[in-house]
């Protein structure tokens, strides 16, 4: 599992709140990602981060913000929660294998917005 | 049009059965090619990676891709229910200093005893 752990993995919270979910790693990887999933979609990039204080938009930025103080922890913060980011959120992060980069997922966090 | 296509399925084969699933994409700038499997509730897990146009082999699982096409594509010989998953196609180029994954949809599989 690449040693990465999520939390939350799972929250239900109500329209407007701010939600706070958390990433950890390991193993001092320098990339790591936030992706949601949603049916019909497949997984689609909000944020990533390239080191400490590195970061930057992804596919579905709108709604999300994050911050990398540390390179174990990757946090994802919805600043007013709404009903269209309940989804599946995982993080992950790259990992060099030979001539590229492989990505390694989280278990994932089951995030219901009401 | 989606930079990434595939089949969502779901797709249903007898056990023992070879599968066959695709992707398509239109981004000549993916260089590395993966499939994930999932499990219903579980994080995608890789299963294949391969970075250039031909066959790779592990196990009973065979992943294709032909650049020129732009089609992949993930073989599955002497199938088991243990098989039954979800299958992400995935694609990645470097863009703006970090390595960027394009999704397929996911084909739902399941494979009966």
């Known amino acids: 599992d690449a040693g990465i752990t999520q939390s939350p993995r799972h929250k239900v919270t109500e329209t407007g709140t701010p939600v706070t979910l958390r990433c950890h790693q390991t193993e001092n990887h320098r990339y790591m990602y936030w992706y949601r999933q949603d049916p019909g979609h497949g997984l689609r990039l909000i944020h990533y981060?390239?080191?400490?204080?590195?970061?930057d938009k992804g596919e579905v930025s709108d709604g999300y913000s994050v911050s990398r103080s540390k390179t174990e922890d990757f946090l994802l913060t919805l600043e007013s929660a709404t009903s269209s980011q309940t989804s599946v959120y995982f993080c992950?992060?790259?990992?060099?294998?030979?001539?590229?980069?492989?990505?390694?997922f989280g278990p994932g966090t089951r995030l219901t917005v009401l | 049009q989606k930079e990434v296509e595939q089949d969502p399925g779901p797709l249903s084969v007898p056990e023992g059965a070879i599968v066959s699933l695709n992707c398509t994409y239109s981004?000549?700038?993916?260089?590395?090619f993966m499939w994930y499997r999932q499990y219903s509730r579980k994080g995608p897990e890789l299963l294949m990676y391969?970075?250039?146009?031909g066959n790779k082999e592990d196990g009973r699982f065979t992943a294709q891709v032909d650049k020129s096409s732009k089609y992949i594509s993930l073989f599955i010989r002497d199938s088991q229910p243990s098989d039954s998953a979800t299958y992400l196609c995935?694609?990645?180029?470097?863009?703006?200093?970090?390595?960027?994954?394009?999704f397929g949809q996911g084909t739902r599989l399941t494979i009966n005893p």
């Open positions: 992950a992060i790259s990992e060099s294998k030979g001539a590229g980069y492989e990505q390694f």
């Open positions: 995935a694609m990645s180029a470097w863009i703006q200093g970090a390595q960027k994954l394009v």
């Open positions: 981060s390239y080191g400490v204080k590195d970061t």
């Open positions: 391969t970075y250039s146009s």
């Open positions: 981004n000549s700038a993916f260089q590395y």
